[in-house]
């Protein structure tokens, strides 16, 4: 296989694994539709960011965009990163073989 061919499937492999991975691990480190589960790595984040400052979590905090993203689901825009960021990784990869 030449390597404009392994490149493109690197790139396309990145892509897709991007696209599956990023919702999954919101819901992995506990940002889910139903909110911050209980016990999990996001319960932890919201706790230290809400002691941070003063008891509530910041608007625009790491801590309330995952949240947002974990209820929401990702928008187009950051949809089309996580997709592009996934591609470029397959793409450098491909050239580790």
């Given at each position: 296989m030449g390597h404009v061919s392994a490149a493109a499937i690197g790139a396309g492999v990145g892509a897709v694994a991007a696209l599956f991975a990023a919702p999954a691990a919101l819901?992995?480190?506990?940002?889910t539709s139903a909110g911050v589960a209980a016990g999990s790595v996001a319960a932890k984040m919201m706790s230290a960011a809400a002691v941070a400052n003063g008891g509530g979590v910041a608007a625009g905090s790491t801590v309330a965009v995952l949240q947002s993203a974990g209820a929401a689901g990702l928008s187009g825009a950051v949809t089309a990163a996580v997709t592009g960021a996934g591609a470029a990784a397959g793409y450098l990869a491909s050239f580790f073989r």
């Open positions: 819901g992995f480190a506990g940002f």
